[in-house]
């Protein structure tokens, strides 16, 4: 992207060659664990379309991609603290498999935990979550998420798929988005 439509509002927290090693080091580890088991991965939309492309194809396993849309945030930078499911996986892609549910980042682990919640009721055999990002915070729903790329502080990022408003998503590296910004 051209520095000069992002360098003055996003601080680069992950370089992209810094995510690329975060994501080998990741599907190294899946490929392994589910190798055996053709596992059927749901992407939360539409922040872990990114993370999930690239994670897929470093996994050269037979696997199902699904996808579901939650929403949180409105346009803010504060979660909401409602979780809404639009969008929901095949039932018949999820039902008596091992999922792995992924998302761009886990914060309150409220859209997580509402997803779970959708998973099982349709008969997942196995949930295990995935995230790109980790924060570093307490929470109460989802307190630690089984995989993760990469743990941050209590920030708001942008890029690799994350948002402001609609906006940073095609960013191809992780930022800070400074507070003059928002
Ligand atoms: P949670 O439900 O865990 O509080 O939040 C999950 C959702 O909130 C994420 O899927 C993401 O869309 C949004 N979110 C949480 N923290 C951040 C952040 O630092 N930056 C951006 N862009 N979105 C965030
Ligand atoms: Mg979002």
Redesign the pocket.
């Known amino acids: 992207m051209d520095p000069a439509m992002d360098s003055a509002t996003v601080t680069p927290l992950l370089t992209e060659e810094q995510i690329r090693l975060g994501l080998e080091r990741l599907a190294r580890e899946l490929t392994r664990e589910y190798q055996n088991d053709e596992p059927c991965l749901v992407a939360?939309l539409r922040?872990s379309l990114v993370f999930a492309a690239d994670l897929i194809r470093r996994m050269p396993i037979p696997l199902r991609i699904d996808f579901l849309h939650?929403s949180?945030?409105g346009a803010g930078?504060v979660?909401s603290g409602t979780?809404e499911l639009r969008l929901l996986p095949e039932p018949d892609e999820v039902r008596a498999r091992r999922v792995i549910l992924l998302?761009?980042?886990?914060?309150?682990?409220?859209?997580?935990h509402a997803a779970r919640l959708k998973l099982e009721s349709v008969g997942a055999r196995e949930i295990r979550t995935c995230v790109f990002l980790e924060?570093r915070i307490e929470r109460e729903f989802e307190k630690k998420a089984d995989y993760r790329c990469f743990e941050i502080g209590d920030?708001?990022?942008?890029g690799y798929g994350?948002?402001?408003a609609g906006r940073y998503r095609n960013l191809p590296y992780l930022g800070i988005l400074k507070q003059d910004a928002r």
């Open positions: 939360c922040g939650a949180s945030y930078t979660s979780v998302d761009d980042i886990l914060d309150s682990g409220r859209t997580l924060k920030e708001f990022v942008v994350l948002d402001y």
